[in-house]
């Protein structure tokens, strides 16, 4: 059974950085997408980044371009957001994601596409 457990959120000031973590296990494949979501209030959640294992070919957000980074240990399998330049818009609940590989395109910002979900993990950032 794949597990995933966000930490590292916490509240930071405008222009901070935070570094998200996210333990993910159980998985039987080595190929598969891990990704981080995002959802305040009364919104959708929104993809922020993904990244594909083993490969490691990354995609993000228009939003968080240039200021995130998704990476992921390959020795102990966690998965990171560096995030830089934080501003108050980028105040939400962050969650990891993950897919098991599938062939063919497909849209990685479609939440319905994932598998499994972390709980979740609060980031705000002050004014």
């Known amino acids: 059974q794949v597990r995933l457990a966000e930490s590292g959120g916490g509240s930071v000031q405008a222009g901070g950085s935070l570094r998200l973590s996210c333990a993910a296990s159980g998985f039987t494949d080595s190929r598969y997408y891990l990704a981080w979501f995002r959802q305040v209030p009364q919104k959708d959640r929104e993809g922020v980044a993904i990244i594909k294992v083993p490969e490691g070919w990354r995609a993000y957000g228009d939003s968080v371009k240039g200021r995130f980074t998704i990476s992921r240990d390959n020795v102990d399998d966690t998965l990171y957001l560096e995030m830089n330049n934080l501003s108050p818009e980028d105040t939400g609940m962050y969650y990891c994601?993950?897919?098991?590989?599938?062939?063919?395109?497909?849209?990685?910002?479609?939440?319905?596409?994932?598998?499994?979900w972390g709980q979740g993990i609060q980031v705000t950032v002050g004014t």
């Open positions: 994601a993950a897919r098991l590989f599938v062939v063919g395109p497909w849209t990685w910002t479609d939440v319905g596409k994932y598998d499994y």
